[in-house]
């Protein structure tokens, strides 16, 4: 099975770049390897907020997931006489979230309730956004078209047993909600794929964490799919490659689609809803309402005269106008709003930089007193 467009459309770049050694999709995979906002993944959550035990799953070690199992899932086809590109896969997978906010979902939420219908934010699109024309400040990674259709189109979220790709070259600034699928069969195995990721994985940091047991995962699931990390993700990696070897779409078998609905139901309700994870939820939605509100009033006040943030008494306030100016060309041509500048800022935090920044706003500095004599 081969994609429907043309090698050539896959590998167009906004701005054409000789060859080098790499190969462009491997290319690809470096330059966002080497960008901040990927090394910021590191400090962001997954499901669980600013864990402090080591070995709970955090954004980086996700993307990691998604883009190896995207890459086996690629090389199991091609075994089975199909013609796919796992470096393109694994571009994908890596960069899929780089547009993902601080305290994961709950930090994507809290952006969305705060912004309204006054601005749209979906990390989906924020993850191209960044590859696109925020990365490198203001100058993007000029990545392929394959992967950055992949990125935007990556929604893990839905329930779909069945994947075939559009067979249309997108505009992709064009696209504005979650709805469009890849136009490869990579892009569209890096959307199963995030599923396959994140299903076992918050099962496993969940049992970890003490929210649920090992023996509260359902017997049919656990005998099918297994009930840790590692069996569930071979098990639907194979059964993915199993059922699509000979067809013209990738999918689940209908047993194991059933099973995996099943879990994530679970996920849903003995995770996602747990009371803890719940109630951090709120902490969050007021800790970026706070930001929002606070980075309006200082934009408001010092506007573009970047002198005036290094005067300010916060560092936070300090670190905003180093970034503001950074961005200045590129904010000047897409004549950015002042509200899509300070989500740019507060999506890109890490869950620490967001805990430290809203502790700056809120709890003033002691006054240093001269020792008496």
Request: hydrophobic residues 35%; glycine residues 6%; neutral net charge.
């Amino acid at each position: 099975m081969i994609n429907p467009l043309k090698s050539e459309d896959y590998l167009a770049r906004s701005i054409p770049r000789p060859p080098d050694v790499r190969g462009d999709y491997f290319r690809d995979q470096t330059a966002i390897i080497h960008s901040t906002a990927f090394r910021r993944l590191k400090h962001k959550t997954q499901v669980f907020f600013a864990p402090s035990n080591d070995h709970i799953c955090t954004r980086i070690e996700h993307v990691l997931h998604v883009g190896t199992i995207a890459t086996a899932i690629c090389k199991g086809l091609n075994m089975q006489g199909w013609k796919l590109e796992p470096d393109m896969a694994h571009a994908i997978g890596l960069g899929h979230d780089l547009g993902h906010t601080p305290f994961g979902h709950a930090g994507e939420k809290a952006i969305e309730n705060y912004l309204g219908k006054k601005l749209s934010f979906v990390h989906e699109i924020n993850s191209f956004r960044i590859v696109e024309y925020l990365a490198n400040k203001g100058e993007g990674l000029n990545l392929t078209y394959g992967v950055k259709d992949g990125i935007i189109c990556h929604n893990g979220e839905t329930d779909e047993q069945f994947l075939k790709p559009d067979n249309r070259i997108k505009n992709l600034a064009e696209i504005k909600n979650r709805k469009v699928i890849p136009s490869s069969f990579e892009g569209c195995i890096v959307r199963m794929s995030d599923k396959i990721a994140y299903l076992g994985r918050d099962l496993e940091d969940a049992i970890q964490v003490g929210i649920i047991k090992q023996s509260d995962v359902p017997k049919d699931i656990a005998k099918k799919l297994g009930d840790t990390n590692s069996k569930i993700i071979n098990e639907l990696a194979v059964d993915l490659i199993e059922y699509s070897k000979d067809k013209d779409h990738i999918g689940f078998s209908d047993e194991v689609y059933e099973l995996m609905t099943k879990l994530k139901k679970f996920n849903y309700k003995n995770i996602y809803f747990h009371k803890t994870v719940q109630n951090y939820e709120k902490f969050c939605n007021s800790m970026i309402a706070r930001l929002f509100e606070h980075f309006e009033e200082l934009i408001e006040r010092n506007g573009n005269n970047y002198e005036k943030y290094d005067e300010e008494l916060l560092n936070i306030d300090k670190s905003f106008g180093a970034y503001l100016k950074s961005m200045h060309n590129f904010y000047e041509s897409e004549n950015t709003s002042l509200l899509h500048k300070i989500t740019d800022y507060i999506s890109g935090m890490t869950d620490n930089y967001c805990l430290d920044a809203v502790h700056q706003i809120s709890i003033p500095k002691p006054i240093k007193v001269r020792k008496q004599i």
